[in-house]
């Protein structure tokens, strides 16, 4: 006896591969299109994302006081913001640079070497500058031990640390961090007097304490007052 197929399974069968296929092709379709339109789904994203950072700016310029910006300075400025992530203190250091840059009560603040610079820094120099700006000096202290037989100093360590550097990411690099700023002209440690020598109770030395300021440099204090923010939530 021949067997009888339901009505309804045949019809699951004949329409079953053409469903499939039309699920394959949207399925295509759908991954094409995520990859042809996401320039277009970025650039949306970066509009509001620019929308917000112009407004920003826009409200540290007062209206009369708007004037075109130095393409040396705005360009790179503009570079440098586009590369950074919003709402951080570094995007904060690029958005009063552009500012000043268009404020013609302000544009003698607006340094050609400023975005090159802040793009050198690191959030935790950038914190580091925040805080000298407000504070303009703070004290370390170290201390070192002498080897007499060997004539020479050891276990170098820091006793006194003014700065809070519980504020930085990594507080382990605070010296280098100190050396990198140096190097870009912005603040360094200086030692501040002579060394004070360390005996014990027959008067031989056994070490010295080194007294030092982190403090900002010239240029640095030109800089920080064009690009650093007096306040910034967080710090």
């Given at each position: 006896m021949k067997e009888i197929i339901p009505v309804d399974k045949v019809y699951d069968d004949a329409i079953s591969p053409a469903m499939k296929q039309i699920g394959k092709s949207l399925e295509s379709v759908a991954k094409?299109?995520?990859?042809?339109?996401?320039?277009f789904t970025y650039l949306a994203a970066q509009h509001d994302k620019w929308e917000r950072r112009l407004q920003k700016v826009a409200e540290k310029?007062?209206?009369?006081?708007?004037?075109?910006?130095?393409?040396?300075?705005?360009?790179?400025?503009?570079?440098?913001?586009?590369?950074?992530?919003?709402?951080?203190?570094?995007?904060?250091?690029?958005?009063?640079l552009l500012a000043n840059s268009?404020?013609?009560?302000?544009?003698?603040?607006?340094h050609p070497a400023?975005?090159?610079?802040?793009?050198?820094?690191?959030?935790?120099?950038?914190?580091?500058?925040?805080?000298?700006?407000r504070n303009k000096i703070f004290k370390v202290r170290q201390q070192a031990d002498w080897i007499s037989d060997k004539k020479k100093f050891v276990n170098k360590r820091t006793i006194l640390e003014e700065l809070p550097v519980e504020k930085l990411n990594f507080p382990e690099h605070i010296?280098?961090?100190?050396?990198?700023?140096?190097?870009?002209?912005?603040?360094?440690?200086?030692?501040?007097?002579?060394?004070?020598?360390?005996?014990n109770e027959l008067g031989n030395q056994t070490g010295v304490y080194i007294n030092s300021e982190r403090r900002l440099l010239e240029f640095g204090e030109f800089f920080v007052k064009s690009c650093v923010p007096d306040e910034f939530e967080g710090i």
């Open positions: 094409t299109s995520r990859f042809l339109l996401a320039p310029v007062e209206a009369d006081n708007l004037m075109e910006g130095h393409p040396q300075i705005v360009i790179p400025t503009l570079e440098g913001l586009s590369l950074s992530y919003e709402n951080t203190l570094l995007s904060e250091l690029f958005i009063n268009i404020d013609k009560t302000k544009q003698d603040l607006a400023f975005p090159t610079l802040i793009n050198q820094i690191s959030h935790d120099e950038a914190v580091i500058l925040f805080l000298l700006k010296w280098i961090y100190m050396s990198h700023l140096v190097s870009l002209n912005l603040a360094g440690t200086y030692q501040v007097g002579e060394q004070q020598i360390i005996t």
